[in-house]
């Protein structure tokens, strides 16, 4: 299980050092990523909140940095395009992808998976759910496939370890993000590193009991 971050293609930006990355692809979040991979999850979490700010949110800057971070330094909810995605290493399955609509922000559903309501899904295109059966976790990665999906069925103690695993990513890119911010942006390193956690979902400091 990965926290990703899906990409889109981003031809001439220039505001700082980024990766090539193939357009509507993934990138894995975690604490190992290189400044360019850095600097490319922070763009598209900036261009996923590229909205105009509402008026209580102050004035947008002159800079072009300063604008182009305005939406994610200002609005209180934020989105970043993607989830968790799980996947079988051995084989390579895919057996929860994040479609259309879903968000890094919303990880903490798998809280309503393991302890709460015993299901969730993630977006669209796929239309992947995963769903608490007794002691196990079915995941599906397309409920809606008419030819059939791959599902597995792994027990809750595992996922519960998955999703620990995946967080404890989430706030290790949080810290190399931070650091990044600081040797990239320094004006805006600590406006962009609390921007960071809010759109991670990551103030909260603890998992939810069980």
Same mark, same amino acid.
């Given at each position: 299980?990965?926290?990703?971050?899906?990409?889109?293609?981003?031809?001439?930006?220039?505001?700082?050092?980024?990766?090539?990355?193939?357009?509507?692809?993934?990138?894995?979040?975690?604490? %190992?990523?290189?400044?360019?991979?850095?600097?490319?999850?922070?763009?598209?979490?900036?261009?996923?909140?590229?909205?105009?700010?509402? /008026?209580?949110?102050?004035?947008?800057?002159?800079?072009?940095?300063?604008?182009?971070?305005?939406?994610?330094?200002?609005?209180?909810?934020?989105?970043?395009?993607?989830?968790?995605?799980?996947?079988?290493?051995?084989?390579?399955?895919?057996?929860?992808?994040?479609?259309?609509?879903?968000?890094?922000?919303?990880?903490?559903?798998?809280? /309503?998976?393991?302890?709460?309501?015993?299901?969730?899904?993630?977006?669209?295109?796929?239309?992947?759910?995963?769903?608490r059966v007794g002691d196990t976790v079915r995941l599906t990665l397309d409920v809606y496939a008419v030819d059939g999906s791959p599902v597995i069925e792994l027990p809750v103690d595992e996922v519960r370890a998955l999703v620990?695993?995946? %967080?404890?990513?989430?706030?290790?890119?949080?810290?190399?993000?931070?650091?990044?911010? /600081?040797?990239?942006?320094?004006?805006?390193?600590?406006?962009?590193?609390?921007?960071?956690?809010?759109?991670?979902?990551? /103030?909260?400091?603890?998992?939810?009991?069980?």
């Open positions: 299980m990965q926290p990703v971050l899906e990409i889109v293609a981003a031809d001439g930006f220039a505001l700082w050092p980024i990766g090539e990355h193939e357009s509507h692809g993934y990138l894995a979040l975690h604490g %190992q990523l290189t400044p360019e991979q850095v600097g490319t999850a922070i763009m598209r979490i900036a261009e996923c909140n590229d909205f105009e700010p509402e /008026e209580e949110h102050g004035p947008c800057p002159s800079d072009p940095i300063g604008v182009f971070l305005h939406g994610m330094l200002t609005m209180p909810d934020l989105f970043a395009a993607g989830g968790f995605r799980v996947t079988d290493d051995a084989t390579g399955t895919v057996y929860i992808d994040p479609g259309c609509c879903n968000g890094l922000e919303t990880w903490r559903e798998w809280a /309503e998976v393991l302890d709460g309501t015993g299901c969730a899904s993630f977006g669209h295109d796929p239309s992947s759910m995963a769903e620990t695993g995946a %967080q404890q990513d989430l706030r290790d890119f949080h810290d190399l993000a931070g650091s990044w911010a /600081e040797d990239h942006l320094p004006p805006y390193a600590k406006a962009v590193t609390a921007a960071l956690a809010r759109a991670l979902d990551l /103030e909260l400091t603890q998992w939810p009991a069980s």
